[in-house]
């Protein structure tokens, strides 16, 4: 059930009535305990994966450019991941675990590079990764 209050807000030299829904915000204020925060994670990584899953033929795909396999995981994987992250306070392992999720995105959209001494196919290293995308 959705509850409805006025909250006052002064802005400058006017005071405006603001009708504030706070079951929406609820989620913010009463969970401040990691685990809530570490489940969020996990579903929204849970979800990105299926997102993925469903674009990796186009993301692995030699006709399209990169530059599109980079808008289609800007606008379809990402949005997924990160829906709600303004709320989120990560630790060191929840960071770790976004940036291996990116990194295989990456991975897929860059494609293996020929090693030039050995001549053999590789996966991308981090940094390398990092290089190309930024």
């Known amino acids: 059930m959705l509850e409805a209050t006025n909250v006052a807000v002064k802005v400058v030299y006017n005071s405006i009535k603001v009708s504030a829904l706070l079951s929406l915000l609820s989620p913010v204020v009463k969970e401040p305990c990691q685990n809530s925060i570490r489940e969020k994670i996990k579903s929204r990584l849970k979800s990105g994966n299926a997102c993925y899953h469903s674009v990796q033929c186009l993301l692995s795909s030699s006709l399209l450019s990169k530059n599109v396999k980079i808008k289609i995981r ?61």
């Open 74 to 134: 800007k606008t379809k994987i990402l949005p997924v991941v990160l829906y709600g992250c303004d709320s989120w306070s990560l630790t060191l392992r929840e960071e770790r675990r976004l940036r291996v999720f990116e990194n295989r995105v990456l991975r897929k959209i860059f494609m293996p590079k020929r090693d030039e001494v050995i001549w053999e196919w590789r996966k991308l290293h981090n940094v390398e990764l990092n290089y190309l995308y930024c």
